[in-house]
């Protein structure tokens, strides 16, 4: 299984970035994705999630509003469209699939991507 991120890069504050996240490897119908972020020197924080079954969306409380997630089930790829960023959005963002467990939890994720770095300046 493997989880491909990209998208990140530089943005200007209030600026807009979207992030994809590939998953391969398997059928992904009965698992749920998500978007974790760590910035240095801090905890790994729950973003959003997408449950492909029922399409059920689930976001962290700094990023409501904001962020919205979405899901290709044709290409079992998972978006993130970010708008409105603030430099405390600055981080390296990972993509993550599991199956079971509280989808909010990182510890319910089986696979993890890569990461991609997100830095929003001033």
């Known amino acids: 299984v493997q989880l491909q991120a990209c998208g990140g890069g530089f943005v200007q504050a209030g600026g807009s970035l979207r992030l994809s996240c590939a998953a391969s490897?398997?059928?992904?119908?009965?698992?749920?994705m998500g978007w974790f972020r760590q910035a240095p020197g801090k905890e790994r924080e729950f973003v959003s999630a997408i449950r492909w079954n029922s399409g059920s969306r689930y976001y962290g409380d700094s990023v409501k509003g904001r962020f919205t997630i979405s899901g290709d089930n044709d290409k079992n790829t998972v978006y993130l469209q970010m708008n409105s960023l603030k430099l405390g959005d600055s981080a390296l963002y990972y993509c993550?699939?599991?199956?079971?467990?509280?989808?909010?939890?990182?510890?319910?994720?089986?696979?993890w991507g890569q990461g991609t770095q997100v830095t929003v300046s001033s």
């Open positions: 993550a699939a599991g199956r079971t467990g509280d989808i909010l939890g990182q510890w319910s994720y089986n696979y």
């Open positions: 490897g398997r059928t992904f119908s009965s698992y749920f």
